[in-house]
């Protein structure tokens, strides 16, 4: 039986991928940071499944600790702070969440299972100022955020290792993945969960900001995959992993809200908070090489995305709104 050990397994492509290993057959350890309220909503159908490990990114020995106790086969660093908005306020716990805490990954990984096979997360972002269209592995990376720069050390640091150290460490650069996991502080969340609170008569307006960016949003559920096979290659290697096609956020506004028969024009208003200090304005990835040395290919659509995550959303909303009733009655 194969092992695993995933950090960031409670977060959306933690979540999927710990699934997606488990009916595999894998033995899949999560590690978990110590918090007052533990939040397991993304993987309370699995979590007795998954061996718990405590540890913190920012801590080497809890890290190398983990790795001995799970001695996995292979190790999937997730975790990170991933919300770019939240970069800029808090630079310096990006940098030591996002960035060093790779390479404490990375030592941990080398100190006390070499042989291990280990993914990094890399990111879109790390392109920020596009220097080509579409972006691909060879793109030269200019992010235009703290979160990715600390991406880009992240990203650097990991083929640091695989080449000073001869460790089998890929990254995955993934452009935009969503689904119903995704938080609700990210734009795609945002957006469908708005959506349904509006349709039920909750919500009034939604306040948005730069409706002309350009991305390449795809399922993380198709994403997690791709992980997985970057570890099956014979030699490690670096990946993007996209859909090869770009929408606007107007576009996902209009395909969210025509959905359950809205207008987003009647809707949406324009608030200057919610622009970025420097905006990222396209991300189109070029995902030929994992198509063709992977076998990888996406199975959910962006529109089967947005109307499944509206979906999901109108059902969790409606169940919330039910609930507050019933409590309401019981209390009078």
Same mark, same amino acid.
């Given at each position: 039986?194969?092992? =695993?050990?995933?950090?960031?397994? %409670? ?27 533990? !939040?397991?909503? !993304? *993987? ?15 801590? #080497? ?13 292979? *190790?999937?660093?997730?975790?990170? $702070? ?21 390479? !404490? #990954? ?9 042989? =291990? ?15 080509? %269209? ?31 150290? !001869? ?52 399922? =993380?559920?198709?994403? *997690?995959?791709?992980?997985?096979? #970057?570890? $099956? $290659? ?16 107007? +576009?996902?506004? +209009?395909?969210?809200?025509?959905? *359950? ?63 507050? +009733? ?7």
């Amino acid at each position: 039986m194969k092992r =695993a050990l995933i950090t960031g397994v %409670t977060g959306q492509d933690g979540s999927y991928l710990a699934e997606f290993l488990l009916e595999k057959g894998y033995k899949v350890y999560g590690l978990r940071r110590r918090t007052s309220t533990p !939040n397991y909503e !993304n *993987v309370q159908k699995i979590k007795d499944q998954i061996e718990w490990l405590s540890g913190d990114l920012t801590d #080497m020995a809890s890290l190398m600790e983990a790795v001995r106790v799970s001695q996995p086969d292979e *190790v999937y660093n997730l975790a990170a $702070q991933s919300y770019v908005a939240a970069s800029w306020p808090q630079p310096l716990a990006t940098g030591h969440m996002t960035a060093i805490s790779v390479t !404490n #990954m990375l030592e941990a990984v080398r100190l006390m299972k070499p042989d =291990a096979k280990y993914y990094q997360a890399s990111s879109s972002e790390m392109f920020g100022k596009v220097q080509e %269209t579409p972006q691909r592995e060879t793109t030269p990376f200019y992010p235009r955020s703290p979160y990715g720069v600390a991406k880009v050390y992240g990203h650097w640091i990991t083929v640091n290792y695989r080449e000073s150290f !001869n460790m089998f460490a890929c990254s995955g650069i993934l452009f935009n993945h969503e689904s119903p996991r995704r938080g609700l502080e990210f734009v795609t969340r945002k957006v469908t969960d708005a959506v349904a609170r509006i349709k039920l008569g909750l919500q009034t307006d939604l306040k948005m900001g730069n409706l002309d960016a350009l991305r390449d949003w795809g399922f =993380a559920g198709d994403y *997690v995959k791709a992980m997985w096979l #970057m570890l $099956q $290659q014979e030699e490690p290697d670096d990946y993007v992993i996209a859909t090869g096609e770009m929408h606007s956020v107007r +576009e996902l506004l +209009e395909t969210a809200f025509s959905y *359950v028969d809205l207008n987003y024009r009647d809707y949406v208003i324009i608030d200057s908070q919610f622009v970025r200090p420097a905006e990222v304005d396209l991300l189109l990835g070029d995902c030929n090489k994992a198509k063709e040395r992977l076998g990888w290919e996406i199975e959910l659509s962006f529109k089967q995305l947005i109307h499944m995550m509206v979906d999901e959303d109108l059902r969790r909303v409606q169940a919330e709104q039910k609930y507050n +009733e019933e409590l309401s009655r019981v209390m009078v």
